[in-house]
């Protein structure tokens, strides 16, 4: 009996449509002789639907007309079995939609990306492929992600991390900064992806500028120098806490000194997936322009490899990972700049050049979830206990501990 794939797409997210690109690019891949696969798209509320028209990108132009003749579900736990279920439900007939084996969110960015989703999916039972919740969150706090790792021995740029609070008062904040960094700094929002609010400022003026733009878009955001002659490098890395590996290595082009939204996700963007889903528009991650291979040197490429495979157990992560790197090319070291722990196209394109096809990368991806899955059922969570006899809670109270 083949498993049935729950791939969720969409949500609450500044990168609610490139979930929808990379989520159909995948669907279109997946090996339906192993799997039958359900999509469950997720709104901007985060309401789920399904349907026959759920996984066809054209559909998308028209969300709303997309929603009318999709239906709308919940997630329903009975003993081990999770289902979805038609919302709301109708009082004669039968109203499960479909059991779901494996729940496969393939989600970008803030409410979705950052273990939220990956906790709710968990908490019914399910095997959920990729990272779990705390990798989750932590690889979509750059703050956390970059504490983390320098713990480690990984390099990582210093960085100083401030809040709506700090934003209050401006002009300090400002002083801070100054008296913290150089000109130029970066100025980021601390969980988002997609180069969204990311903005560079060389003086006092562009700073104001960027700490507006980050602000916009996130309570906390991170400040960190600017590399000034900069090499930016992507590895994508496959695996678990037990063995990793890591895949070809991409030098992006971008039009900018900063790889923006546009460069990666709207330049050159015509045409349709590679393979069974054709988007007729944007390929996601696989439009951006780009060197596959980098143009580094063999030593270098060994080097970030390795650094990538590191940082993807040292953070805890499963599944498939892309991890973005900087060469500093006045001093020729890399830093770690970030981990995307769903990447834009799941980085397929840049599995093919070391001889893993997309079809087998997703299958690995599920087999992982499974795994641990697995071993999950071998912890023990409970235990019999007889702590609740005898307790007695009266007015007033101050409860167990009291």
């Given at each position: 009996?083949?498993?049935?794939?729950?791939?969720?797409?969409?949500?609450?997210?500044?990168?609610?449509?490139?979930?929808?690109?990379?989520?159909?690019?995948?669907?279109?891949?997946?090996?339906?002789?192993?799997?039958?696969?359900?999509?469950?798209?997720?709104?901007?509320?985060?309401?789920?639907?399904?349907?026959?028209?759920?996984?066809?990108?054209?559909?998308?132009?028209?969300?709303?007309?997309?929603?009318?003749?999709?239906?709308?579900?919940?997630?329903?736990?009975?003993?081990?079995?999770?289902?979805?279920?038609?919302?709301?439900?109708?009082?004669?007939?039968?109203?499960?939609?479909s059991?779901?084996?494996?729940?496969?969110?393939?989600?970008?960015?803030?409410?979705?990306?950052?273990?939220?989703?990956?906790?709710?999916?968990?908490?019914?039972?399910?095997?959920?492929?990729?990272?779990?919740?705390?990798?989750?969150?932590?690889?979509?706090?750059?703050?956390?992600?970059?504490?983390?790792?320098?713990?480690?021995?990984?390099?990582?740029?210093?960085?100083?991390?401030?809040?709506?609070?700090?934003?209050?008062?401006?002009?300090?904040?400002?002083?801070?900064?100054?008296?913290?960094?150089?000109?130029?700094?970066?100025?980021?929002?601390?969980?988002?992806?997609?180069?969204?609010g990311?903005?560079?400022?060389?003086?006092?003026?562009?700073?104001?500028?960027?700490?507006?733009?980050?602000?916009?878009?996130?309570?906390?955001?991170?400040?960190?120098p600017?590399?000034?002659?900069?090499k930016?490098?992507?590895?994508?890395?496959l695996?678990?806490?037990?063995?990793?590996?890591?895949s070809?290595?991409?030098?992006?082009?971008?039009?900018?000194?900063?790889?923006?939204?546009?460069d990666?996700?709207?330049?050159?963007?015509?045409?349709?997936?590679?393979?069974?889903?054709?988007?007729?528009?944007?390929?996601?991650?696989?439009?951006?322009?780009?060197?596959?291979?980098?143009?580094?040197?063999?030593?270098?490429?060994?080097?970030?490899?390795?650094?990538?495979?590191?940082?993807?157990?040292?953070?805890?992560?499963?599944?498939?990972?892309?991890?973005?790197?900087?060469?500093?090319?006045?001093?020729?070291?890399?830093?770690?700049?970030?981990?995307n722990?769903?990447?834009?196209?799941?980085?397929?394109?840049?599995?093919?050049?070391?001889?893993?096809?997309?079809?087998?990368?997703?299958?690995?991806?599920?087999?992982?979830?499974?795994?641990?899955?697995?071993?999950?059922?071998?912890?023990?969570?409970?235990?019999?206990?007889?702590?609740?006899?005898?307790?007695?809670?009266?007015?007033?109270s101050?409860?167990?501990?009291?």
């Open positions: 009996m083949k498993l049935k794939v729950a791939v969720l797409f969409g949500g609450k997210s500044t990168e609610h449509e490139i979930s929808i690109i990379s989520a159909i690019q995948a669907i279109g891949y997946i090996d339906r002789d192993k799997y039958d696969i359900i999509p469950v798209y997720m709104t901007k509320n985060n309401d789920f639907y399904v349907g026959e028209y759920v996984d066809k990108i054209e559909e998308y132009t028209h969300i709303p007309e997309l929603i009318k003749k999709s239906t709308q579900v919940v997630w329903i736990k009975e003993g081990d079995k999770v289902s979805l279920v038609r919302y709301p439900m109708k009082k004669f007939g039968n109203n499960v939609i059991t779901v084996d494996v729940a496969f969110p393939i989600v970008h960015g803030t409410n979705v990306e950052d273990g939220t989703l990956q906790g709710y999916l968990a908490t019914m039972g399910l095997p959920v492929v990729g990272c779990d919740v705390l990798s989750s969150a932590v690889g979509m706090n750059k703050y956390v992600m970059k504490t983390v790792l320098k713990d480690n021995g990984i390099p990582v740029l210093d960085c100083k991390c401030y809040t709506w609070k700090d934003y209050e008062d401006v002009d300090a904040l400002v002083s801070k900064i100054e008296a913290a960094f150089s000109y130029p700094v970066i100025i980021k929002p601390l969980n988002l992806g997609s180069s969204i990311i903005k560079k400022a060389s003086d006092r003026e562009g700073l104001l500028e960027a700490l507006d733009l980050g602000f916009e878009f996130s309570k906390k955001i991170l400040v960190e600017a590399i000034t002659a900069l930016e490098i992507n590895c994508s890395v695996g678990d806490y037990e063995s990793a590996e890591a070809e290595c991409e030098e992006p082009i971008n039009s900018d000194d900063i790889l923006s939204f546009e990666k996700y709207i330049g050159g963007a015509k045409g349709s997936a590679k393979g069974g889903a054709k988007t007729g528009g944007s390929k996601g991650m696989a439009s951006l322009k780009r060197k596959i291979p980098a143009d580094i040197t063999a030593e270098m490429r060994d080097e970030i490899r390795k650094m990538a495979v590191d940082a993807f157990i040292c953070l805890g992560c499963s599944g498939v990972s892309r991890i973005d790197f900087m060469i500093d090319m006045d001093t020729n070291k890399v830093y770690l700049n970030e981990i722990t769903i990447p834009g196209s799941l980085s397929f394109y840049l599995w093919e050049p070391v001889g893993v096809k997309y079809d087998v990368l997703l299958d690995r991806m599920i087999q992982l979830a499974l795994k641990a899955d697995r071993e999950s059922h071998k912890v023990v969570y409970s235990f019999d206990t007889n702590v609740l006899e005898g307790v007695h809670l009266g007015g007033g101050k409860g167990a501990k009291g």
